[in-house]
């Protein structure tokens, strides 16, 4: 019995070692190409930013990972009214808040606008 017994503890022992070294693969490559966040969508995100009374919109959003469980994200927020930069620094600091808490986000990082952006022509036009 024992000479059936090792071969097949073997591949038992092969294929989790292959099934772990495919997870770390697919994490890994996930990190490397700052693909989105598994299991997180922007899309929510961006809502659950432009949900906010201060804010008119959240665009140019960009979720990745900096490691496997750690996600960042940068967006632009568009503010409803004009606020003073102590003002517009807390609301940051309030959104941030909220992407860390809602969406496990800690790093995130915010560039605050005062009016939508225009399209911008790239042949140096407006």
Known sequence: MSTRADPA???GIAALVI???YRLLR????V???G???GMDPMAVERALAADPDVEDAHHLHLWNI??????LSAHVVLRRE???HEAQ???EQLKVMLRDRFGISHATLELECHVCEAVSHDGGH
């Open 36 to 38: 989105t966040p598994l």
């Open 67 to 72: 490691a496997s469980d750690v996600p960042a």
């Open 19 to 21: 099934w772990a070294a």
């Open 90 to 92: 807390e609301k940051s």
């Open 32 to 34: 490397l190409l700052e």
């Open 83 to 85: 606020m003073t930069m």
């Open 9 to 11: 503890i073997s591949l």
């Open 27 to 30: 994490e890994t490559t996930q």
